[in-house]
Every structure is written in structure tokens, then in C-alpha cells.
């Protein structure tokens, strides 16, 4: 079945430092990749996505690209600040072999919690 | 617009004893899910319901019940709570040609004891 891994955590960075939480997933169809981003006590929120190979989302300063040679999709950010203290959590939708109908089911790595320090 | 709704935010049950966690979505989405989130788990999918009049299971169900009301209203009923079902619950909704992107709300925490 699918699944995503992603790096043990928590992270603890200085702010400014350069971020990257690892991801790598295992699928049977084509699937999008996602990256949700949860703030103390909210729900979680889209950060950044990407549907096909070699596509780059990014958003805020965040980026992850497909790369489906090594199946990862991973998180970076080149200089982190405070307020990015969050649990990230990567995600995947495959579509898988019926018909492409996987009705938005997303399957979770099991988060990364970031803390930066001033 | 408010986006998805979840009631109530805090619940304390003693085990044995039932309740409803309602959610409500106004984007006109199709699909509907519930998940529980535990330390170091993730999110594990328990119920969705692909379109209004349809439900299934998901990774986690046993325990769990839900009703897809209409197209705005997805619950998830618990008959007889257990310890073990202590967790952070959210409801999220997705639409037609959204490449999967969902929309989650704010959280359910349930305490049972």
C-alpha cells in the first residue's frame, strides 16, 4: 500500500538557518505530493503541492520538488524564522489503478515537529 | 466563508458514554473525511464519504460511525467511547478537480476517561 516516510524529529534550528525535513514516499499510481504545515492548536493547512515529476511547489519561501527517481519530496527553506515553528507533515494522493479515482483519500508521514529559536 | 467548521473544540468523556463531533463545510465540496491525529502517527484516515449519500471506511474505523447529512454535513459518531480513543479529531473536505488539496478544520480535542 502507499506510505510516506519523513525524517525523525523535532528540529531545532537558529533562526536564519537552512531547513530541510526529508521525505520519501511509496506508491502505486502517479501520485500528487503535498506539504501541510500545523500551528499550535489549528487544524492543518496546505503549504505547498506538486502533481507531477520534476514540478517544484513552493510558497512562503518554502520548496519541495517531485523527483520520482528517488520518489522524495523534500521540504527546504533558506533561512527560517520564528514564526515557522510548526509540525510539518508531507502527504501523498495516488489515484492508484481504479480508474483514478482515489476520491482525495491523502496518506500522512507521521509530522516533523520544527522549533526556531531567535 | 467560513471554510469547515468542527463542534465541539474540547470534549471530556468518561468510558462508556457516547457523543457526536459535528462538521460543516460551505466551499460546495463533494468529498468529506475524518482523521485522528496521535503523537507520532500522523493522520490516520477513520471514515469519508466520496459524495453525499456514500461513506467508507478508512484505516481506522472500528469504533466509529458516521452520516454524511447532506453536502455540507459530515458527523462522526462515537457509541461507546474507550480510553483509547483520546485523540485530536479532524474533518476535511475536498472538491472535484482540486488535484486531491484538502481543506481541513480546526480540531476536535476528546479526552476519555
Known amino acids: 500500500g502507499d506510505s510516506v516516510t519523513q525524517m525523525e524529529g523535532p528540529v531545532t534550528l537558529s533562526e536564519e538557518a537552512f531547513l530541510t525535513i526529508n521525505c520519501t514516499y511509496t506508491a502505486t499510481g502517479y501520485p500528487s505530493l503535498f506539504w501541510y504545515v500545523q500551528y499550535p492548536g489549528e487544524g492543518l493547512q496546505l503549504l505547498l503541492k506538486a502533481t507531477k515529476a520534476d514540478d517544484k511547489g513552493s510558497n512562503k519561501g518554502f520548496e519541495a520538488t517531485y523527483r520520482k527517481e528517488t520518489t522524495s519530496f523534500h521540504l527546504e527553506k533558506g533561512s527560517v524564522q520564528v514564526s515557522d515553528s510548526a509540525v510539518y507533515f508531507c502527504a501523498l494522493s495516488d489515484p492508484g489503478n481504479a480508474g483514478g479515482t482515489s476520491y482525495g483519500k491523502l496518506t500522512f508521514g507521521q509530522g516533523t515537529i520544527l522549533t526556531v529559536h531567535p | 466563508n467560513a471554510g469547515v467548521t468542527q463542534t465541539p473544540k474540547f470534549q471530556v468523556l468518561k468510558t462508556g458514554q457516547s457523543m457526536t463531533l459535528q462538521c460543516a463545510q460551505d466551499m460546495n465540496h463533494n468529498s468529506m473525511y475524518w482523521y485522528r491525529q496521535d503523537p507520532g502517527m500522523g493522520l490516520r484516515l477513520i471514515y469519508y464519504?466520496?459524495?453525499?449519500?456514500?461513506?467508507d471506511k478508512g484505516e481506522v474505523p472500528n469504533g466509529y460511525n458516521v452520516s454524511r447529512l447532506n453536502k455540507r454535513e459530515f458527523s462522526l459518531r462515537l457509541e461507546s467511547a474507550a480510553p483509547s480513543q483520546t485523540s485530536v479529531y479532524f474533518c476535511?473536505?475536498?472538491?472535484?478537480?482540486?488535484?486531491?488539496?484538502?481543506?481541513f478544520g480546526p480540531g476536535t480535542r476528546l479526552t476519555v476517561l
Open positions: 476535511a473536505s475536498t472538491g472535484l478537480g482540486s488535484y486531491n488539496e484538502q481543506f
Open positions: 464519504s466520496a459524495s453525499e449519500g456514500t461513506t
